[in-house]
């Protein structure tokens, strides 16, 4: 059995292609912010934000919830 803090780190760890989804979202954000009116290309960004950071939680909660399964004491 594995110890808990190799665990917590195995599962805390973002890799490289969360990084980069990341990082796309906060950059459509800042051309949203920097942006002077609403347009569709906004909403269009907006909703693409949206659907990035659902999936990365739900992506985030099956990582916890599978190591969950295994009784690893987290």
Not at 1 to 10: G, L, Q, W
Not at 11 to 40: F, H, N, P, T, Y
Not at 61 to 67: I, K, P
């Amino acid at each position: 059995m594995k110890a808990k803090e190799t665990i917590e780190k195995r599962l805390a760890a973002l890799s490289e292609d969360e990084r980069k989804e990341i990082e796309s979202v906060i950059q459509d954000l800042k051309v949203v912010l920097q942006g002077k009116q609403i347009s569709e290309d906004v909403v269009k960004k907006l909703n693409n934000v949206l659907m990035s950071v659902g999936n990365m939680k739900d992506n985030f909660m099956w990582r916890l919830l599978r190591a969950a399964k295994q009784n690893h004491m987290l």
